[in-house]
């Protein structure tokens, strides 16, 4: 029997909403994600292994990865809401 496991990150999105982006500076669609290591046997994540590391945000936009705490800033400065 032969298995094939490993150890490797899962990214999942938590969040799609839209925010002010401060790289394109439009008003854009993101994506708020978590990353998390998981064990998985036959590359099917099985078992999370760590806490959910600290979430990140993408720009739909211009694709630029972001700290998730500009949704903060883009929130307060917003000029759409
Ligand atoms: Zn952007």
């Not at 969040?15 to 002010?20: D, G, H, L, S």
């Not at 972001?66 to 800033?73: D, G």
């Amino acid at each position: 029997m032969f298995f094939i496991f490993g150890i490797g990150p899962k990214t999942k999105v938590v969040e799609k909403k839209q925010f002010a982006c401060p790289v394109c500076r439009t008003y854009s669609s993101y994506e708020l994600k978590q990353q998390r290591n998981y064990f998985s046997l036959f590359f099917i994540p099985l078992i999370p292994l760590s806490k959910p590391k600290t979430a990140f945000v993408k720009c739909l936009n211009c694709s630029t990865d972001m700290p998730s705490n500009v949704l903060q800033h883009a929130q307060q400065k917003g000029p759409f809401d």
